[in-house]
């Protein structure tokens, strides 16, 4: 390897050289490759039943939907708790007499923010616990049928609000 190449100046002659050597490199096309294929081959029939229609009936599960709901909460809670952190540490550096009401302020958001965590998980559980899923299934019923009509009464008590249903 020559060192001197790259440490001594180039002549009048190697740097035209070396110019040329650029540019005819530079004004190469770039090699062409193909972007796309097409196959239309025959596909081979694999019966001779007739295409059906298949809706999408797509359902969320109700633990992915308790997951959602309680993901969202979590998430709020902890920017609760993050806003409330950074008014606390705010609120301890500028104590001062005008500043305690800011103070009281500061001391009650994390209690909020928990406040507002816990609810948010007892929502997730009940609408987990409520949901249901419903299945498109179709009986095909042989014999007797008999139609039963039953009133619900249903009532809602309580902080995690827990839910009791009566059938007549």
Known sequence: MDVNRYTRPRTESEATLEAKR???EACQPEPQFPTFHRDDTERPP????PPVRQDDRRIVPAWAAGIAVASIGV???CTGLGCASWLLFNGLSEVSVPGLERFA???IAPFAGLALVITAAGVAIH???ASTTTN???HIYEGPVTQTENNEKTETR???V???KQVN
């Open 136 to 138: 498109n299934t179709t």
């Open 105 to 107: 302020a500061v001391i």
């Open 75 to 77: 998430g709020a809670g």
């Open 158 to 160: 309580g902080f995690m």
């Open 46 to 49: 694999v019966g001779d039943a």
């Open 162 to 164: 827990w839910v009791r």
């Open 22 to 24: 650029i540019i005819t």
């Open 127 to 129: 609408h987990a616990m």
